[in-house]
């Protein structure tokens, strides 16, 4: 069992930053694969950016490719998201996701999830 919280939305100006945080209870972190996905009102869940145990594998999103940067920190239980130049359509809710098994673009593989942050990025 593996409990999920995430931090550090909030409101920001196009073109600024922010690092997302999700801190995972246990110690079997480090077994777990982590992923950030993200959903808009009215939208399906979307992929946004995943990390293998060992960091030694990361996948993007093509809509974030080159601008987030995910990375974890296996001794804190923590995965991050740093997100530059934010654009109006990355406003929505950011949830963290793990799953031992695999590593996947699809919210259906992921059996643990947090509870969500709320990022709003105005124009």
């Known amino acids: 069992q593996v409990q999920l919280v995430e931090s550090g939305g909030g409101l920001v100006q196009a073109g600024g930053s922010l690092r997302l945080s999700c801190v995972a209870s246990?110690?079997?972190?480090?077994?777990?694969?982590m992923a950030w996905f993200r959903q808009a009102p009215g939208k399906e869940r979307d992929f946004v950016a995943a990390?293998?145990?060992?960091?030694?594998?990361?996948f993007y999103a093509d809509s974030v490719k080159g601008r987030f940067t995910i990375s974890r920190d296996n001794a804190k239980n923590t995965v991050y998201l740093q997100m530059n130049s934010l654009k109006p359509e990355d406003t929505a809710v950011y949830y963290c996701?793990?799953?031992?098994?695999?590593?996947?673009?699809?919210?259906?593989?992921?059996?643990?999830w947090g509870q969500g942050t709320q990022v709003t990025v105005s124009s």
């Open positions: 996701a793990a799953d031992p098994a695999v590593i996947s673009r699809i919210p259906a593989t992921y059996d643990y």
């Open positions: 246990g110690r079997t972190f480090s077994r777990y694969a």
């Open positions: 990390i293998s145990l060992t960091s030694s594998s990361t």
